[in-house]
C-alpha cells in the first residue's frame, strides 16, 4: 500500500525533506472538543466508547474535521492491555482509571500473562483497521502503547498515583516482582503494538508518562531497557514502508541520549527540554517530536502563535521534527487556540 497523500509527519520522523513541520497532538480527540463529548455521552462511558470501533472511529476523525492536522492517533487507552490481563479496569467518575485487582500479591505476579491481542484487544484491531478505511489515505494513522513501567504503575498502584509509593517500594524491596511484571508487560507491548501495524497503524508511539518519576539508575534499569526490548521486536515494515517508532518518556530530557540508543526514531520532549539543545545532542541520530507546553493554549492567540513561532525556531531550519505539545491537550483548552496554532504551524514553517 502506498504512502499516505500527505505523508509529511512520517517523512519528518524518518529525517527524510519535508516541505513544512508536520503537527499532531497528544490527546487530540478528547474533551476539549464539544463534538467529542457528545459522543461520549452518546457512548454511555469511556469504556465503551474505546471498546467501539465505530464510536473510537468517530472521535478519531473529529480533531482531523476541524484541523488541518498531519497524522490521526487512535482513540484508545493505554489501559486496555491490564484490563485485558483480569485485573479490572474501570473508571470512577471525577477520579480517573483505577483497577479492581492490583497487582500486590506473589502468586497474582506468577500468574501474570501478556494477552493475545488478536483476541482479548480485538476491538483495539478493528477501531484501527476501521480508521484506516475511513482515512483513506489521506494522513498517517499512529498507533501507540503505554510503556512497561508505566503500565506497571498503574497495575500495583491500582490507579493514579501522587508518589508511586507502593511500585517504587516494590522496586526497591522486591526488585524481582517488579521485573516479573515488566517483562510480561513488555512481551504485551510488542504483540499490541505489532497487531496494531498488521491491522493498519503507520507509526506507533510507546507512552512512558511515569518513566521520569524514577532515579537515573532505576530509569534504565526499570523502564529504559524494556522499551530497548519493544523496539527490537516492532516490525519495522509493513505493505513495504517503514513504521517509525517514537518513544517518549515524560520529564526524561536529562536521558535523552541513552533514549535515543534504544533503536527509536524519533524521541518525544516535554516542554522542560530545550529542543535546540536536544538537537544538538541527540539530532543526528533520531527526530525529535514536540515540545509546546499544553497550557500555552490558554493565552491570547497573538501569545500561542508567538509560543508555536518559538519553538519552530529553537529547532531551526531541516527536516527532522515533528511539532507537538509535551503532553496531552488539556480538557479545558480553548478550541479555536488549537486552529491558530495548527495554522501557525504550518506557515512559519514552510519553505518560502
Known amino acids: 500500500m502506498a504512502r499516505p497523500k500527505n505523508d509529511t509527519f512520517l517523512r519528518a520522523l524518518l529525517r527524510e525533506p519535508v516541505e513544512y513541520t508536520p503537527l499532531w497532538l497528544m490527546r487530540q480527540a478528547g474533551r476539549y472538543l464539544p463534538e467529542y463529548c457528545e459522543t461520549r455521552k452518546r457512548a454511555g462511558s469511556f469504556l465503551q466508547l474505546c471498546k467501539s470501533p465505530a464510536l473510537a472511529c468517530e472521535v478519531t476523525l473529529q480533531p482531523l474535521a476541524r484541523y488541518d492536522l498531519d497524522a490521526a492517533i487512535l482513540f484508545s487507552d493505554i489501559l486496555t492491555v491490564p484490563d485485558a490481563m483480569g485485573l479490572g479496569l474501570y473508571f470512577a467518575e471525577g477520579e480517573g482509571p483505577k483497577f479492581e485487582r492490583p497487582l500486590r500479591e506473589e502468586w497474582a505476579i506468577r500468574d501474570l500473562e501478556a494477552p493475545d491481542p488478536n483476541v482479548h484487544l480485538r476491538y483495539v484491531m478493528d477501531a484501527v483497521a476501521e480508521i484506516r478505511r475511513a482515512l483513506d489515505n ?3 494513522l499512529i498507533g501507540f502503547s503505554g510503556s512497561p513501567f508505566t503500565l506497571a504503575c498503574y497495575m500495583v498502584e491500582g490507579g493514579g498515583s501522587d508518589d508511586f509509593r507502593t511500585v517504587k517500594t516494590m522496586l526497591y524491596s522486591r526488585p524481582d516482582l517488579l521485573h516479573r511484571i515488566l517483562k510480561v508487560n513488555a512481551e504485551a507491548v510488542t504483540s499490541y503494538l505489532n497487531a496494531q501495524i498488521e491491522s493498519g497503524a503507520q507509526a506507533v508511539q510507546i507512552f512512558d508518562t511515569w518513566g521520569g518519576a524514577l ?16 523496539v527490537a521486536g516492532l516490525k519495522k515494515t509493513q505493505d513495504g514502508e517503514r513504521v ?18 534504544i533503536g527509536c526514531d524519533a524521541v518525544g520532549l516535554d516542554w522542560t527540554t530545550d529542543l535546540a539543545a536536544a538537537r544538538r545532542r541527540v539530532g543526528d541520530k533520531v527526530a525529535l517530536q514536540g515540545n509546546l507546553d ?41 478550541p479555536e487556540n488549537v486552529a491558530v496554532l495548527v495554522d501557525t504551524v504550518h506557515k512559519h514553517s514552510r519553505k518560502n
Not at 517509525?244 to 540508543?261: M, S
Not at 492567540?301 to 531550519?317: C, F, M, T
Request: proline share 6%; net charge negative; hydrophobic share 40%.
Open 215 to 230: 532515579s537515573a539508575a532505576a530509569y534504565k534499569e526499570f523502564s529504559l531497557q524494556y522499551m530497548e526490548q519493544i
Open 138 to 140: 489521506s494522513v498517517p
Open 294 to 334: 499544553p497550557f500555552s493554549l490558554f493565552a491570547t492567540p497573538e501569545a500561542v502563535a508567538a509560543e508555536a513561532r518559538r519553538v519552530l525556531d529553537s529547532y531551526g531550519e531541516g527536516s527532522g521534527h515533528v511539532f507537538n505539545l509535551g503532553h496531552g491537550i488539556n480538557q479545558f483548552t480553548p
Open 244 to 261: 517509525p517508532c517514537i518513544v517518549f518518556t515524560k520529564g526524561g530530557g536529562q536521558w535523552l541520549e541513552d533514549i535515543a540508543a
